[in-house]
């Protein structure tokens, strides 16, 4: 059974920083994992490794069994990989639901299906859909700088869904986010993408949506994956606690077991 | 080899007044980030305020170097009143959108300066004569040249020495060049970028108008002077690099050898020249021979 | 399409019909002309949906009105849709030759860029000896398949070209703009990377905006080149370039009836006024353009009010 995804020792420098230090890991369909590590620590990186965006110095990246190693974000969307940025990346002078019924179309249609109406019955349906179970229906006539800041999360995120991906990929989806959104935030997002079958990898800095949405945490630090496991093993290991979770946490641990 | 003389001194004098226009749109863009396609129009404007000034302050008895200094107070006067009126006045509304707007907004102020040009002087042509006889002819083997156009050269090289001392060694200057490699990050230490802007173009529309006064005897001074001359400038001054002050006088000297040696050898093909290279600097190059360094933008 | 945009076009077919037999030739030659400008305008706010402003697009259409002019000379006809055709397609093929090199550049670069080719084309125009040079080359006036149109009929059958043009360009492009195609050129010009990451072809979408303008451009030239029955160098000037920018930016780039509103304001602002204020309509022009520049950049096809007067959208939209 081919795996979903398999990165394998893969290296990024940039001059003197090494940014991915043989970097080896693979998911199958099904997936729910995410990514910690201080910043700096690769993780973007390592996402815009997957993505196409960056082209690594050494290894190789396969989805689904098939080299994609050398090509290009355009061409790794429309294999199926969708992802939402860090700073939203939208459209800012469309409003909510153009911008999703954008995402849908400049992913779906090709050659002449490009010449139908972008406004067409079966996308609108599609896209305010999305929109619906992203609770951002409210915003459907909204320009982005008209929305909160969670809400533009969401909707970059919507769009990386409107691609269809079977992958999808999240940069810190609740950065920005207010702490009290930051869990219905997750809670839809992990719970739409799993019932329509899609694997998650996000990146992420809390930890307590680290243990309560992700089945497997990898850790990075300097570039390295140092850990890969279960979450809970994971933030046991004791160089992700000295190293990543830093030193208050375990601080905070050892006295509670005292 | 005469001609090969001939054309390099001519390619030098056209050079030097290119220079001195295409110095000041480069400052504008490296500090202001700003394209000035109205640079042109200021030109013209700075030869009809000469032509005016120039008509009014001479008698026939009036000695001929009078007319250089009112050249130079043409240019001063056009400076004092456009510069700050345009960028405090306009310009300012727009700082902040993007290049493309400030670029469009010139573009208009091209319509305004060229419809006031038409009100204030009228569509025939002006003819500055007096100052053309103030230095004898200049006798290079068997060329024989005005002396004025030598004089086009000193003011060249007076602007880019100038230019020079000020930005390297003033602190005002050193100010300037901070801005051009980050007006982000010289704001954020102190410095006050709305004073800087204000110099920056009314110093631009002074080189620009003093440029005009100073080859106002050697051309028609009519609507449309301006037009053709921005273009060459563009040339000149992507040519050498945006917002570089060395790179407009390289890439003066560039487009100054390739006319002049196109209007000697094949003169048809003179104004094509021009434009080819620009074209093959922006394709093969485009930040152009001497790009100022510009701090990374993350 | 939806119906009623349908019946507004036809709509604005019967307008062109009865301004046609209506009208007086010397409101139709204006007329004529907004309309020829207008197509040429389409083509440039097509590119800019996609970021880049145009400041060459005088060369599409000073080649297809070259071209117009050629045809008597290569065809031995003077048929004025064979001019059309060929002034198009000169546009056209220019275009897609051009576009893999310039469609590279961004910004300020892309602006400079466009207006230096083109005024490569205007220094070789200006020595082609072959197209009349510096002093140009006449256009015979045109017959159409054979009817050779007298008196008043002459203005008339220009007319009615250049309203059967701008209909069939603008019934196409507002099409266009309403297709997924025409969304990702605004898409494009709004965010490029994410157009990236949602797996759109960027190169190949901005290549062919290009060509349609170029399509578009030479259309346009062509059409003129047969009303005013001359062509020269100038016609390839930077300034011409640049009078379509300015209709552009008062029309903005979301509504293909905004390009047909500025196109005829501009060309009513320069026939007044050249009549009665010769120096200052430039100075209104700038103004109005500060003005638009500063409170609409997007034009004013943008502006609530009028996009509803036009179409019917699903609130602010693109």
């Excluded at chain 1, 199926?80 to 990346?89: A, D, N, T």
């Excluded at chain 1, 969670?150 to 990929?169: E, H, S």
């Excluded at chain 1, 992420?204 to 497997?216: G, I, K, Q």
């Excluded at chain 1, 046991?236 to 601080?251: C, I, K």
């Amino acid at each position: 059974m081919t795996d979903l995804l398999s990165v394998s020792g893969v290296s990024k420098r940039f001059g003197a920083v090494v940014a991915a230090d043989a970097i080896s890991m693979s998911a199958g369909s099904g997936s729910l994992i995410s990514l910690i590590g201080a910043n700096g620590a690769g993780k973007t990186t390592f996402v815009n490794i997957v993505t196409g965006y960056l082209k690594p110095d050494e290894g190789m990246i396969a989805l689904g069994g098939q080299d994609i190693t050398k090509l290009t974000p355009r061409e790794i969307t429309r294999l199926g990989v969708g992802r939402s940025f860090q700073i939203p990346q939208l459209f800012s002078r469309l409003t909510a639901l153009h911008n999703v019924i954008a995402a849908i179309t400049i992913c779906g249609d090709r050659g002449w299906m490009r010449l139908a109406r972008s406004e067409r019955a079966d996308v609108l349906d599609r896209a305010r859909g999305l929109l619906d179970r992203l609770g951002l229906s409210q915003y459907q006539s909204h320009l982005p700088k008209g929305m909160p800041g969670g809400a533009r999360k969401l909707l970059d995120i919507a769009m990386a869904l409107g691609t269809d991906p079977r992958l999808l990929i999240l940069d810190e989806p609740t950065s920005g986010v207010s702490i009290d959104e930051k869990f219905s935030t997750m809670d839809t997002v992990i719970e739409t993408a799993r019932t329509e079958g899609r694997s998650i990898i996000f990146v992420e800095h809390d930890m307590e949506l680290v243990a309560r949405y992700s089945n497997r945490c990898i850790a990075f630090l300097d570039g390295r994956i140092i850990a890969d496991g279960t979450p809970a093993g994971v933030m046991d290991d004791p160089e992700v606690r000295s190293r990543v979770l830093g030193q208050a946490l375990g601080q905070a641990v050892d006295h509670a077991d005292a | 080899m005469e001609q090969v003389i001939a054309i390099l001194i001519d390619g030098v004098i056209y050079a030097s007044w290119l220079f001195v226009v295409a110095v000041g749109l480069t400052l504008i863009f490296g500090v202001m980030r700003i394209v000035n396609i109205a640079h042109g129009a200021i030109y013209a404007i700075g030869a009809y305020a000469t032509a005016t000034l120039v008509g009014l302050g001479l008698g026939d008895d009036a000695p001929p170097w009078l007319s250089l200094v009112l050249m130079v107070i043409a240019a001063a006067s056009v400076a004092a009143i456009i510069g700050p009126f345009l960028e405090r006045g306009v310009l300012r509304w727009f700082y902040g959108r993007d290049e493309m707007v400030l670029l469009l907004v010139t573009y208009a102020i091209l319509y305004i300066l060229d419809s006031l040009m038409l009100t204030v002087w009228g569509s025939s042509p002006y003819y500055v004569t007096a100052a053309y006889g103030v230095f004898d002819s200049v006798n290079i083997g068997s060329l024989s040249y005005v002396g004025y156009d030598f004089l086009l050269i000193a003011v060249a090289l007076a602007v880019g020495v100038g230019l020079h001392v000020y930005l390297a060694y003033t602190s005002r200057g050193k100010l300037l060049t901070a801005v051009i490699h980050s007006a982000e990050i010289s704001s954020a230490m102190g410095i006050r970028i709305n004073r800087i802007y204000m110099g920056t173009f009314t110093l631009g529309v002074f080189l620009a108008a003093l440029a005009g006064a100073l080859t106002s005897p050697m051309i028609s001074i009519q609507p449309g002077v301006g037009t053709n001359l921005i273009i060459i400038s563009f040339a000149v001054i992507i040519i050498g690099g945006l917002g570089s002050v060395y790179g407009a006088a390289v890439g003066a000297l560039i487009v100054g050898i390739c006319r002049s040696a196109a209007v000697h050898i094949a003169p048809e093909i003179e104004l094509f020249v021009i434009y080819m290279v620009m074209v093959a600097v922006l394709l093969v190059r485009p930040e152009g021979l001497f790009p100022p360094m510009r701090v990374r933008q993350i | 399409m939806m119906r009623a945009t349908i019946l507004k076009w036809l709509a604005a077919a019967m307008l062109a019909i009865v301004a046609g037999f209506g009208l007086p030739g010397w409101m139709l030659l204006p007329l004529s002309l907004a309309l020829a400008n207008a197509l040429v305008v389409l083509g440039l706010v097509t590119i800019i949906r996609t970021g880049g402003v145009s400041f060459g697009q005088a060369l599409y259409f000073a080649a297809g009105a070259y071209a117009a002019g050629q045809v008597s000379r290569l065809f031995n006809s003077a048929d004025a849709f064979a001019a059309i055709a060929l002034g198009g397609a000169t546009g056209l093929v220019i275009a897609a030759i051009l576009a893999p090199l310039l469609i590279r550049f961004r910004g300020i670069f892309f602006a400079m860029l466009t207006l230096a080719v083109s005024m490569v084309g205007y220094g070789f125009l200006l020595n082609a000896g072959w197209l009349g040079g510096s002093d140009g080359m006449s256009v015979p006036a045109p017959t159409y398949l054979g009817y050779a149109p007298q008196g008043v009929w002459v203005t008339r059958s220009q007319f009615f070209l250049c309203a059967a043009l701008a209909l069939a360009a603008g019934f196409g492009m507002m099409a266009l703009f309403r297709s997924s195609f025409g969304l990702a050129t605004l898409a494009i010009g709004q965010n490029e990377i994410r157009v990236e990451y949602l797996g759109g072809p960027i190169g190949t979408i901005m290549w062919i905006a290009f060509v349609i303008a170029g399509g578009l451009a030479g259309v346009g030239g062509a059409a003129v080149a047969l009303i005013i029955g001359h062509v020269e160098p100038e016609w390839m000037f930077w300034t011409r370039s640049g009078e379509f920018v300015l209709t552009a930016i008062v029309s903005g780039s979301t509504s293909v009836v905004a390009v047909f509103v500025a196109a005829l304001f501009m060309e009513a602002l320069h026939m007044f006024a050249t009549d009665m204020f010769p120096n200052m309509w430039r100075l209104a022009l700038g103004l109005i353009l500060l003005l638009i520049i500063f409170v609409a950049p997007d034009g004013l096809g943008s502006i609530r009010a009028f996009r509803r007067f036009t179409t019917k959208r699903l609130g602010p939209s693109p």
